[in-house]
């Protein structure tokens, strides 16, 4: 078997003291001293090349004194303070080593070494080799067969041999030897007049200090200069002596938070490293955090953005002359400032633009500070702004501008002439490989660092909302989110636009949903607060019962949410089966292995159903009450067109994609969300969408039939597979085909397909078999697709638009296997996201062209949820069938079912 990969312990504060007085003065163009940062960080980049490790820490000396400093007052007292230029760099190398994504340990009252003793030595006791980097001689006692150094300055690596070759005794001895003839750097007495060789002499010749101060009458005899006098002096110094032996002894049990195994690497925060980068100006490092992508040429100089020309428009005629402009230019990019990121509380503050980079104008209309300077009125400025905000010929750009939609329709403008979204340009251009807000698209295309929000309005609970803020400082602020946003697009478009298909998503689908989307989340749900409180009191009820309940199983009263006192009774006390263990080698109690106990045990059962209903009472019966609007009487979700990396969407405050649908407690919270008086609520839905694309995509006859016959395709399965009529196939045989058709969509394994059914893996592989045998053109479609994957690295939906798989070529065959899976599925779940957007086009645009009382409330997976006037109901249900049904020209057919009802669980 191949050795495991090592833990690699860094000692940071010896690099930070080492790279500060070994490398040239680094500053920044502001002063800022970086060559430590620069330093230590290249050694951290060579340890993660050199070894690629899963677990490693870097640890540095906390402040303060230590246990020593009681052992030994004069204890490395002779040090002088730490270099103002030095003390600068602290913060800065912590935030980058956290944006590294290595684990960092600062611990009070040890020292670095300390730490670092414990962890090498808790790893090596569970036979994990580690590695442990630092320049401190000291560190050389903890190396045996399972720990090294490296010192990662010079290269040298020490093993048990390579210490005895570099100190003269083995790492046994390496305390003893600074015992005896001290330590000037760490100021560890010794004995006087003992150097290194007469040490060596005396630990070679007779052995460890204790054996030394044994056999004192031994030392004339040794061929060391002065051995006749020595016996004399180390009586003398005795104490001395073993003192040292106690300060230079690295601790090696510390009490630490975490345990060597939890020492796992995470993901790098490019954002924040390429923020890291640019404030230290290192810049061909944040040229490489770029994703090796065509970087803008202004990457590599400082950022040619010139805040100071941007304007602060507090005037009729400023006002006036920028208007002109606007109208003048082909594009222009437009941002609103807000009271609340929540649209439908958001008060007005200011607008922004930007007509071509570097020219940009904050108008400032609700800054309410004490002492604010005169602004224009905003129902003045909205006035003259109206008709160029909702003239569809004039072609607006922004980041996000579904938010600016929203909160410009409470002050009854209707927002046309969206062209572009930056966002969703992002997005679009590729889901996966950052995150999609401005400031991490500024980092990414433009290497620039934007005005955090955290910058002019502080953090936590004393922050500013915008109209507090003063004008000088959140005017360049808000010009600057228009300059960006036009930049961004100028830098985003050609991307997109030279992949004709991508554009057309961009075109057809995303940028058109953006009003589509803010008119659903303005339209609201109407929600029963009453009953949604009475059933959070009957939840509150099961919870104490099923809570007693388990209190019986187990014979004592315990903590359900502890998960250290429900181990102790499922393992220790039940003696329930260990199925998996935690990472600190604990037996685990997370959800999916309790699920999979609760097959055949009593008590995971009932802690199951106890934290299914508090997740239902914490996340919706308590809260839905809470976020009702004053403003509509309704709940309002914010839908997210930039998160799925499938082109999914999502929605949160609520998040009405998470509620239950199979279970009773889910059903009666889908009961709350009820039609007004004289009104229905009709939801359609598109029936088994993922298994039709897969019939559309794969071509497989077999599937093809099926749906084009109208059969329950989870019966024909079943009776493809064991080979009998439809007649004849058992309810349990098309269970088992139902799971065998979703499972295999999503890459499910016969491991996988095994565990659901309860069947030997044997026999699940046999059914995965049988199902190819059947159907040959799903398996050619599998096998094709993760071919074409790994050869362009992306997989595409119907409508051209793209995933891409950064994992497909992985050394690492689980992360491989992985994003084979997604490939497979991709393609289905992306198409089908892309249907139903496209069905909700068509269905917005009648609703809007017929004038019939109807509103689109909700979109919930393959779902469309609409509240109707109860003598209207069959028209909606005829139309937007219909619509949706057509929104894709698939070789099988679109089928669409439509429920009605008081209610939206009636209605599903």
Same mark, same amino acid.
């Given at each position: 078997?191949?050795q495991?990969k090592p833990l690699?312990?860094?000692d940071g504060?010896?690099?930070l003291?080492?790279a500060?007085h070994?490398l040239p003065?680094?500053?920044?163009s502001?002063?800022?001293?970086t060559g430590?940062?620069?330093?230590v960080?290249?050694?951290l980049?060579?340890l993660?090349?050199d070894?690629?490790?899963e677990?490693?820490?870097?640890?540095?000396?906390a402040?303060g004194?230590t246990f020593?400093?009681e052992?030994f007052?004069?204890y490395k007292a002779?040090?002088? =303070?730490?270099?103002?230029?030095?003390?600068?760099?602290?913060?800065?190398l912590?935030t980058?080593?956290?944006a590294m994504?290595l684990?960092?340990?600062?611990e009070e009252?040890v020292?670095?070494?300390?730490?670092?003793g414990?962890?090498?030595r808790?790893a090596?006791?569970?036979g994990?080799?580690?590695v442990?980097?630092?320049g401190?001689?000291d560190?050389a006692?903890?190396v045996d067969?399972?720990i090294?150094?490296?010192n990662?300055?010079?290269?040298?690596?020490l093993?048990p041999?390579?210490?005895?070759?570099?100190?003269g005794?083995g790492p046994e001895l390496?305390i003893?030897l600074?015992a005896l003839?001290?330590?000037?750097?760490?100021?560890?007495?010794?004995v006087?007049?003992v150097?290194?060789?007469?040490?060596l002499?005396?630990?070679?010749?007779?052995?460890?200090?204790?054996?030394?101060?044994d056999?004192?009458d031994k030392?004339?005899?040794?061929?060391?200069?002065?051995?006749?006098?020595?016996?004399k002096?180390?009586?003398?110094?005795r104490?001395?002596?073993?003192?040292?032996?106690?300060?230079?002894?690295?601790?090696l049990?510390c009490?630490?938070?975490?345990?060597?195994d939890?020492?796992?690497?995470?993901?790098p925060?490019?954002?924040?490293?390429?923020?890291?980068y640019?404030?230290?100006?290192?810049?061909?490092?944040?040229?490489?955090?770029?994703?090796?992508e065509?970087?803008p040429?202004?990457?590599?100089a400082?950022?040619?953005?010139?805040?100071?020309?941007?304007?602060?428009?507090?005037?009729?005629?400023?006002?006036d002359?920028?208007?002109?402009?606007l109208?003048?230019?082909?594009?222009?990019?437009?941002d609103?400032?807000?009271?609340?990121?929540?649209?439908?509380?958001a008060?007005?503050?200011?607008?922004?633009?930007?007509?071509?980079p570097g020219?940009a104008?904050?108008?400032?209309?609700?800054?309410?500070?004490p002492?604010a300077?005169?602004?224009?009125?905003?129902d003045?400025?909205?006035?003259?702004?109206?008709?160029?905000?909702?003239?569809?010929g004039?072609?607006k750009i922004g980041?996000?501008?579904k938010?600016?939609?929203?909160?410009l329709a409470?002050y009854?403008?209707?927002l046309?002439g969206v062209?572009?979204?930056?966002?969703? /340009?992002?997005?679009v251009?590729?889901s996966?490989?950052t995150?999609h807000?401005m400031?991490?698209?500024?980092?990414?295309?433009?290497?620039?660092?934007?005005?955090?929000?955290e910058?002019?309005?502080?953090?936590?609970?004393?922050?500013?909302?915008f109209?507090?803020?003063?004008?000088?400082d959140?005017?360049p602020?808000a010009a600057?989110?228009?300059?960006?946003?036009?930049?961004?697009? %100028?830098?985003?478009?050609?991307?997109?636009e030279a992949?004709?298909t991508?554009a057309?998503?961009?075109?057809?689908?995303?940028v058109?949903?953006?009003s589509?989307?803010?008119?659903?989340?303005?339209n609201?749900?109407y929600?029963d607060?009453g009953?949604?409180?009475?059933?959070s @009191?009957e939840?509150a009820?099961?919870?104490?019962?099923?809570?007693?309940?388990?209190? /019986?199983?187990a014979g004592r009263?315990?903590?359900?949410?502890?998960?250290?006192?429900?181990? %102790?009774?499922l393992?220790?006390e039940q003696?329930?089966p260990?199925?998996?263990?935690?990472?600190?080698?604990?037996?685990?109690?997370?959800e999916p292995?309790?699920?999979?106990?609760?097959?055949e045990?009593e008590?995971p059962?009932?802690i199951?159903?106890?934290?299914?209903?508090?997740?239902?009472?914490?996340?919706?019966?308590?809260k839905?009450? %809470?976020m009702v609007?004053?403003?509509?009487g309704?709940v309002h979700t914010?839908y997210? @067109?930039a998160v799925?990396?499938?082109g999914r969407l999502?929605?949160s405050?609520?998040n009405l994609q998470?509620i239950p649908v199979?279970?009773e407690?889910?059903?009666?919270?889908?009961q709350?969300?009820r039609? =007004?008086?004289g009104?229905?609520?009709?939801?359609?839905d598109?029936?088994?969408?993922?298994?039709?694309?897969?019939?559309?995509?794969?071509?497989?006859k077999g599937l093809?039939?099926?749906?084009?016959?109208?059969l329950?395709?989870?019966?024909a399965?079943?009776?493809?597979?064991?080979?009998?009529s439809?007649d004849a196939?058992? +309810?349990?045989?098309?269970r088992?085909?139902?799971?065998?058709n979703?499972g295999?969509?999503?890459?499910?394994?016969?491991f996988?397909?095994?565990k659901q059914l309860?069947v030997p893996r044997g026999?699940a592989?046999?059914?995965?078999?049988?199902?190819?045998e059947?159907y040959?053109?799903?398996?050619?479609?599998?096998d094709?697709?993760?071919?074409?994957?790994?050869e362009?690295?992306?997989?595409e939906t119907l409508?051209?638009?793209r995933?891409?798989?950064?994992?497909?070529?992985?050394?690492?065959?689980?992360?491989r296997?992985?994003?084979?899976?997604?490939a497979?599925?991709a393609?289905?779940?992306g198409?089908a996201?892309d249907?139903?957007?496209?069905?909700m086009?068509r269905?917005?645009q009648?609703l809007?062209?017929s004038g019939i009382?109807?509103?689109m409330?909700?979109?919930?997976?393959? /779902?469309?949820?609409?509240?109707? +006037? /109860?003598k209207?109901?069959?028209?909606?249900?005829?139309e937007?069938?219909?619509?949706m049904?057509?929104?894709?020209?698939l070789?099988?057919?679109?089928?669409?079912d439509?429920?009605?009802?008081?209610n939206?669980?009636e209605?599903?």
């Amino acid at each position: 078997m191949s050795q495991p990969k090592p833990l690699v312990l860094v000692d940071g504060s010896s690099y930070l003291y080492r790279a500060f007085h070994a490398l040239p003065p680094l500053a920044t163009s502001s002063g800022q001293p970086t060559g430590a940062v620069r330093g230590v960080a290249s050694m951290l980049r060579k340890l993660l090349a050199d070894y690629q490790p899963e677990r490693m820490a870097v640890v540095f000396d906390a402040k303060g004194k230590t246990f020593r400093d009681e052992l030994f007052e004069q204890y490395k007292a002779q040090r002088p =303070p730490m270099p103002d230029e030095l003390r600068a760099q602290v913060e800065p190398l912590y935030t980058l080593i956290r944006a590294m994504g290595l684990p960092l340990i600062v611990e009070e009252g040890v020292e670095a070494d300390d730490v670092i003793g414990t962890l090498a030595r808790q790893a090596a006791a569970a036979g994990q080799p580690v590695v442990i980097s630092t320049g401190d001689k000291d560190m050389a006692q903890l190396v045996d067969g399972h720990i090294t150094l490296v010192n990662t300055m010079t290269g040298t690596v020490l093993d048990p041999d390579g210490v005895v070759e570099k100190f003269g005794v083995g790492p046994e001895l390496i305390i003893d030897l600074l015992a005896l003839m001290g330590d000037k750097v760490d100021n560890i007495p010794g004995v006087p007049g003992v150097g290194e060789k007469t040490a060596l002499g005396l630990l070679q010749g007779i052995g460890s200090l204790t054996t030394l101060y044994d056999n004192l009458d031994k030392v004339p005899a040794l061929p060391i200069r002065g051995a006749k006098t020595l016996p004399k002096k180390l009586e003398e110094h005795r104490d001395q002596a073993f003192l040292s032996y106690q300060l230079a002894t690295i601790k090696l049990d510390c009490v630490l938070n975490e345990t060597f195994d939890e020492l796992t690497l995470r993901e790098p925060d490019k954002v924040a490293l390429a923020e890291q980068y640019r404030t230290l100006e290192f810049k061909s490092w944040l040229l490489e955090i770029l994703d090796g992508e065509e970087v803008p040429e202004d990457v590599t100089a400082e950022t040619s953005i010139d805040r100071a020309s941007y304007v602060t428009i507090t005037d009729d005629a400023t006002l006036d002359d920028w208007l002109q402009r606007l109208v003048a230019a082909k594009l222009f990019a437009f941002d609103t400032e807000t009271t609340s990121l929540d649209y439908m509380q958001a008060e007005l503050v200011g607008v922004s633009f930007a007509i071509s980079p570097g020219e940009a104008a904050y108008v400032p209309v609700a800054h309410d500070y004490p002492g604010a300077p005169d602004q224009l009125d905003r129902d003045a400025v909205l006035k003259k702004l109206k008709p160029l905000l909702e003239d569809p010929g004039l072609k607006k750009i922004g980041q996000n501008l579904k938010y600016d939609m929203s909160v410009l329709a409470q002050y009854d403008i209707t927002l046309r002439g969206v062209e572009y979204d930056t966002m969703l /340009e992002s997005y679009v251009l590729d889901s996966v490989a950052t995150r999609h807000d401005m400031d991490s698209l500024a980092l990414k295309f433009l290497g620039h660092r934007n005005i955090a929000f955290e910058d002019i309005a502080g953090k936590g609970a004393k922050q500013l909302t915008f109209n507090q803020i003063a004008i000088d400082d959140a005017a360049p602020y808000a010009a600057e989110d228009a300059d960006i946003t036009l930049r961004l697009h %100028e830098t985003l478009w050609p991307r997109l636009e030279a992949i004709p298909t991508l554009a057309r998503v961009f075109r057809e689908i995303e940028v058109p949903l953006v009003s589509v989307l803010s008119r659903i989340e303005r339209n609201g749900c109407y929600v029963d607060a009453g009953m949604l409180r009475l059933q959070s @009191q009957e939840l509150a009820k099961k919870m104490a019962a099923l809570e007693k309940q388990a209190h /019986e199983i187990a014979g004592r009263p315990f903590n359900l949410n502890s998960t250290k006192q429900l181990g %102790e009774i499922l393992y220790t006390e039940q003696n329930i089966p260990v199925i998996k263990k935690t990472p600190k080698g604990a037996p685990s109690t997370a959800e999916p292995v309790l699920a999979e106990l609760a097959l055949e045990y009593e008590l995971p059962s009932v802690i199951m159903a106890h934290r299914a209903m508090n997740k239902l009472k914490s996340t919706y019966t308590d809260k839905l009450p %809470e976020m009702v609007q004053p403003r509509s009487g309704r709940v309002h979700t914010s839908y997210h @067109q930039a998160v799925a990396a499938t082109g999914r969407l999502s929605s949160s405050d609520p998040n009405l994609q998470n509620i239950p649908v199979r279970s009773e407690e889910g059903r009666r919270i889908r009961q709350a969300f009820r039609a =007004p008086a004289g009104r229905k609520i009709v939801a359609a839905d598109y029936s088994q969408i993922e298994l039709r694309i897969m019939a559309h995509l794969s071509g497989d006859k077999g599937l093809l039939d099926a749906f084009a016959h109208g059969l329950d395709i989870h019966r024909a399965t079943a009776a493809e597979v064991w080979e009998k009529s439809l007649d004849a196939v058992t +309810d349990n045989e098309r269970r088992n085909a139902k799971a065998i058709n979703f499972g295999l969509i999503y890459g499910m394994s016969a491991f996988g397909l095994a565990k659901q059914l309860g069947v030997p893996r044997g026999e699940a592989q046999d059914y995965i078999n049988r199902y190819f045998e059947r159907y040959p053109g799903v398996r050619e479609y599998m096998d094709s697709t993760r071919a074409k994957a790994a050869e362009q690295g992306y997989v595409e939906t119907l409508f051209g638009r793209r995933l891409y798989l950064p994992e497909i070529g992985s050394r690492n065959a689980a992360m491989r296997q992985a994003a084979e899976r997604t490939a497979i599925n991709a393609p289905m779940q992306g198409t089908a996201a892309d249907i139903i957007k496209r069905a909700m086009l068509r269905v917005d645009q009648w609703l809007t062209d017929s004038g019939i009382d109807a509103l689109m409330i909700m979109q919930v997976h393959d /779902e469309l949820v609409f509240e109707v +006037d /109860e003598k209207q109901v069959d028209t909606l249900i005829n139309e937007a069938t219909a619509l949706m049904s057509g929104a894709a020209d698939l070789k099988v057919p679109l089928v669409v079912d439509a429920g009605i009802g008081d209610n939206w669980d009636e209605a599903h």
